[in-house]
């Protein structure tokens, strides 16, 4: 496969495993990795390497004329507990950059473009358990706000504009290649830290908070899965539903405890608790399955001891019951 592939956002957490992913795919030089910021992570070493802000419409047009990608994933974003900080950026940032690049779309004719939505678009109106596809969607949040506007926003630019845009809703994502940054469900991957390095974890949520959750190679599989499916089986247009695993801090807790038995939890919310209660506990994402095929490989257990598998060494721990 030889098209080129434009990742913009691509230093962020899904953003690095995402370029290496697709760079195993398509080859190191057809992915175009860019953002606002560099990093120095080995894999943008690997190929081309350009610096976006995504607000800044003028250096898009001049990425994309210099490479004319067939696919682009816009990634760049404010997460949850950012964009409740500094609420104007996290608007400006979260529509705008959308706006920039589906216009982009139209223009360059772009054959398909990614964008993450997220179970932010859910708020306390919703069913909490297994909240469906289609139901009350009430967000609390900017965050919450702009990637409900955002999936209203591609399914137009799909039935209006002919942008071929495939998008799904994420829950919180852990993985232990790359780190997590603002974002409310973060802590699920602090504590798998925390536990090989200290034994102890500072949560700031209550111990008894479920939040959806997914392992970093299942949200690799499922981006990788809705873009290379075949157009006509991508029947939702603003964004699915898609869920791994559903746990509370206590329940995360009692799973790393069966490697650590020493670890423990110290609980001190703080103000990402509204957030987290204003999310569902889990969800269902029967559409994505019947769509396109969608099913999870990972569970909290064997999410975990592949966590602690990989961490350890970075912290010189052995961990004799893996
Ligand atoms: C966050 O916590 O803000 C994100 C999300 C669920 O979209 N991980």
Redesign the pocket.
Known sequence: MSENILVIGACGQLGTELVESLRTIYGDSNVIASDIRQSEHAVFKQGPFENLDILDKNRLSEILTKYQPKQVYHLAAL???T?EAKPKLGWTLNMDGLFNVLDAAVDFKIGKVYW?S???VFGPGTPINHTPQNCVMDPNTI?GIS?LAGERYCEYYFQKRGVDVRSLR????IGHKSD?G?????YAVSIYHDALQTGVHNCFLKDNTE?PMLYMPDALKATLDIMHAPAEQIKIRSSYNLAGMSFSPAEITAAIQQYIPNFKTEYNPDSRQA?ADS?PNSIDDTEARKDWGWKPDFDLDKMTKDMLVNLAPRYGSTLPSL
């Open positions: 997460l949850s507990a964009a993450p997220s179970i932010a965050y990637k994420y829950p919180g994502l997590p603002g974002g409310t469900t973060d939040l957030i999310w």
